[in-house]
């Protein structure tokens, strides 16, 4: 069933996951420019290296990525943005191709916020301070439309939203101390009904 608004990724995938039975959960961008036969490899890569989540990198080296400079240079400069602010044992958190635990995407979804443009990073960076395993596999991508250019406006939401998963981290060390800030919240909100 489709949303009646846009709400962000984050945020449909949280209700889709109320649904899964399964052991595994994929994330596969519907725009068809990653091919579903390659799941098989995350899966095979998941086994080998007994990770917890797989996530298709372009900036593997066997990866085979046909996409627009412009891109390319946002894509390494985002991940040189990721290795600075949270040392991520990854290179391309953003590739719409990842392989999941389901029990270990259920702990962690626990704890992301973000609903849109860092959404995959939230996920990542709590999944990796936790202590749980990522591997990365190679991709082939293949677009299957023109890229549009990514504008300012987006632009700036992306920084600023992995810039709020800092703070979150490192700052207010939220992610350690989630259900003080729930607790926290909670109290706010029912002050703010008494009134």
Not at 106 to 126: G, I, S
Not at 129 to 144: C, F, N, R, S
Not at 158 to 177: E, G, P, Q
Request: contains cysteine.
């Amino acid at each position: 069933k489709r949303n009646k608004y846009n709400r962000g990724k984050g945020r449909v995938i949280k209700k889709a996951l109320h649904y899964v039975t399964g052991d595994y959960v994929v994330f596969l961008d519907a725009d068809m420019d990653l091919h579903p036969i390659q799941i098989q490899t995350l899966f095979d890569i998941m086994r080998l290296d007994k990770a917890d989540i797989v996530i298709g990198s372009k900036l593997h080296p066997n990866s085979i990525v046909n996409y627009p400079l412009q891109r390319r240079i946002m894509s390494f400069v985002y991940y040189l943005l990721v290795k600075i602010f949270f040392s991520l044992p990854c290179h391309d958190t953003q590739t719409g191709l990842k392989l999941f635990k389901t029990d270990v995407l259920r702990k962690v979804f626990h704890r992301v916020l973000v609903k849109k443009f860092a959404f995959d990073l939230e996920v990542l960076v709590n999944a990796h301070h936790m202590g749980y395993k990522i591997a990365e596999a190679p991709i082939v991508l293949k677009p299957q439309r023109r890229f549009g250019r990514i504008g300012w406006g987006a632009t700036f939401n992306i920084i600023w939203d992995t810039l709020a998963v800092w703070y979150r981290m490192y700052i207010l060390k939220y992610y350690d101390h989630i259900d003080y800030y729930r607790r926290k919240n909670l109290a706010k909100e029912f002050r703010r009904m008494r009134k």
